[in-house]
């Protein structure tokens, strides 16, 4: 689908210098760059959510594994951003 978009003029060309070296067009660029974008958000309100269920008082076993759990889910997302 076309759209037009503004953008300004050093992000548009840091981006057209960049899809030159990937050997991308723009708008893939753009597309591949959103994709990305997005699936980082859902990764981070997955986060938020794990937090808000996880927030309540835990024996110490239990604050051990959720903080390893956390901080391996941290880790995975970092990776793939």
Known sequence: MKTAISIDDRLLQDADRVAKDMGLSRSRLFSVALREYLRHRHAQ????QLNCVYAGEADPAEQRTVKGMKAKFRSVVKERW
């Open 45 to 48: 309100e997955a986060i938020e």
